[in-house]
Protein backbone atom coordinates (compact mmCIF):
# COMPACT_ATOMS: atom_id res chain seq x y z
CA UNK A 1 0.00 0.00 0.00
CA UNK A 2 1.26 3.03 -1.05
CA UNK A 3 0.85 6.53 0.83
CA UNK A 4 1.30 9.59 -0.12
CA UNK A 5 0.63 12.67 2.48
CA UNK A 6 0.75 16.06 2.14
CA UNK A 7 1.59 18.69 4.99
CA UNK A 8 2.01 22.77 5.53
CA UNK A 9 -1.11 23.98 4.04
CA UNK A 10 -2.80 26.94 6.10
CA UNK A 11 -3.89 30.42 6.32
CA UNK A 12 -1.51 33.02 5.20
CA UNK A 13 -1.93 37.12 4.46
CA UNK A 14 -1.39 37.91 1.00
CA UNK A 15 2.37 38.47 0.42
CA UNK A 16 3.47 35.44 2.69
CA UNK A 17 4.91 32.12 1.91
CA UNK A 18 4.15 28.40 3.07
CA UNK A 19 6.35 25.56 2.59
CA UNK A 20 4.18 22.69 1.24
CA UNK A 21 5.41 18.91 2.22
CA UNK A 22 4.97 15.73 0.63
CA UNK A 23 6.27 12.62 1.42
CA UNK A 24 5.40 8.80 0.85
CA UNK A 25 5.73 5.80 2.09
CA UNK A 26 4.59 1.85 1.36
CA UNK A 27 5.62 -0.61 -1.41
CA UNK A 28 6.56 2.17 -4.20
CA UNK A 29 9.25 1.60 -6.77
CA UNK A 30 11.93 3.74 -7.66
CA UNK A 31 10.05 7.26 -7.66
CA UNK A 32 10.93 9.01 -11.06
CA UNK A 33 8.72 12.46 -10.58
CA UNK A 34 7.31 13.94 -7.93
CA UNK A 35 4.88 17.24 -8.64
CA UNK A 36 2.71 19.79 -7.14
CA UNK A 37 -0.74 20.69 -8.99
CA UNK A 38 -3.69 22.65 -7.43
CA UNK A 39 -7.62 22.74 -7.90
CA UNK A 40 -9.60 25.58 -6.86
CA UNK A 41 -13.21 25.68 -6.49
CA UNK A 42 -14.90 25.13 -9.54
CA UNK A 43 -11.57 25.02 -11.58
CA UNK A 44 -9.70 22.20 -13.33
CA UNK A 45 -6.46 20.58 -11.25
CA UNK A 46 -3.67 22.45 -12.94
CA UNK A 47 0.40 22.04 -12.78
CA UNK A 48 2.86 24.11 -10.47
CA UNK A 49 5.85 22.19 -10.54
CA UNK A 50 7.43 18.44 -11.20
CA UNK A 51 10.98 17.60 -10.55
CA UNK A 52 12.65 14.48 -11.72
CA UNK A 53 14.71 11.86 -9.80
CA UNK A 54 18.12 13.79 -11.74
CA UNK A 55 16.55 17.06 -10.72
CA UNK A 56 15.12 18.63 -13.37
CA UNK A 57 12.40 20.89 -12.73
CA UNK A 58 9.66 21.91 -14.99
CA UNK A 59 6.68 24.69 -13.59
CA UNK A 60 3.64 26.16 -14.76
CA UNK A 61 2.56 29.71 -15.38
CA UNK A 62 0.89 30.10 -12.19
CA UNK A 63 4.47 28.59 -10.04
CA UNK A 64 7.06 30.40 -12.08
CA UNK A 65 9.03 33.25 -10.41
CA UNK A 66 7.26 32.53 -6.82
CA UNK A 67 7.70 28.83 -6.15
CA UNK A 68 10.12 26.44 -6.14
CA UNK A 69 10.03 22.81 -5.91
CA UNK A 70 12.97 20.83 -4.10
CA UNK A 71 13.39 16.98 -3.32
CA UNK A 72 14.80 15.42 -0.87
CA UNK A 73 15.10 12.23 1.53
CA UNK A 74 17.15 10.16 -0.80
CA UNK A 75 13.97 11.51 -3.10
CA UNK A 76 11.20 10.72 -1.54
CA UNK A 77 10.30 13.76 0.03
CA UNK A 78 9.15 17.21 -2.24
CA UNK A 79 8.60 20.32 -0.96
CA UNK A 80 7.03 23.75 -2.71
CA UNK A 81 8.38 26.62 -1.17
CA UNK A 82 5.34 28.95 -2.43
CA UNK A 83 6.42 33.25 -1.72
CA UNK A 84 4.25 36.51 -2.25
CA UNK A 85 1.03 34.31 -1.94
CA UNK A 86 -1.47 36.05 -3.50
CA UNK A 87 -5.63 35.42 -2.93
CA UNK A 88 -5.91 33.85 -6.37
CA UNK A 89 -3.40 31.02 -4.99
CA UNK A 90 -6.35 29.70 -2.86
CA UNK A 91 -6.68 25.83 -3.87
CA UNK A 92 -6.23 22.64 -2.58
CA UNK A 93 -2.49 21.77 -3.42
CA UNK A 94 -1.88 17.81 -4.19
CA UNK A 95 1.36 15.94 -4.23
CA UNK A 96 2.04 13.59 -7.53
CA UNK A 97 4.36 10.64 -7.40
CA UNK A 98 4.99 8.88 -10.70
CA UNK A 99 7.60 5.54 -9.90
CA UNK A 100 9.91 4.36 -12.98
CA UNK A 101 6.95 1.93 -14.28
CA UNK A 102 4.68 4.45 -14.46
CA UNK A 103 2.30 4.10 -11.81
CA UNK A 104 1.07 7.29 -10.38
CA UNK A 105 -0.56 8.02 -7.01
CA UNK A 106 -2.19 10.87 -5.47
CA UNK A 107 -2.17 12.20 -2.11
CA UNK A 108 -5.44 13.77 -0.22
CA UNK A 109 -5.04 17.07 -0.95
CA UNK A 110 -3.80 20.31 1.76
CA UNK A 111 -5.79 23.51 1.73
CA UNK A 112 -4.26 26.79 1.02
CA UNK A 113 -6.02 30.21 1.92
CA UNK A 114 -4.66 33.43 0.95
CA UNK A 115 -6.82 35.86 2.23
CA UNK A 116 -6.84 39.71 3.91
CA UNK A 117 -9.48 38.60 6.18
CA UNK A 118 -8.54 37.08 9.50
CA UNK A 119 -9.31 33.10 9.78
CA UNK A 120 -12.67 33.58 11.88
CA UNK A 121 -13.39 31.82 14.89
CA UNK A 122 -16.51 29.62 15.20
CA UNK A 123 -19.07 30.46 17.58
CA UNK A 124 -21.66 27.57 18.72
CA UNK A 125 -24.56 28.41 21.07
CA UNK A 126 -26.42 25.39 22.04
CA UNK A 127 -28.68 24.93 25.07
Known amino acids: QVQVVESGGGFVQPGGSLRLSCTTS????????MGWYRQAPGKQRELLAT???????KYGDSAKGRFTIHRANAGNTAALQMNNLKPEDTAIYYCNVVDTVTNEYWGQGTQVTVSSWGQGTQVTVSS
Open 26 to 33: GSILSIYI
Open 51 to 57: ITSGGTT
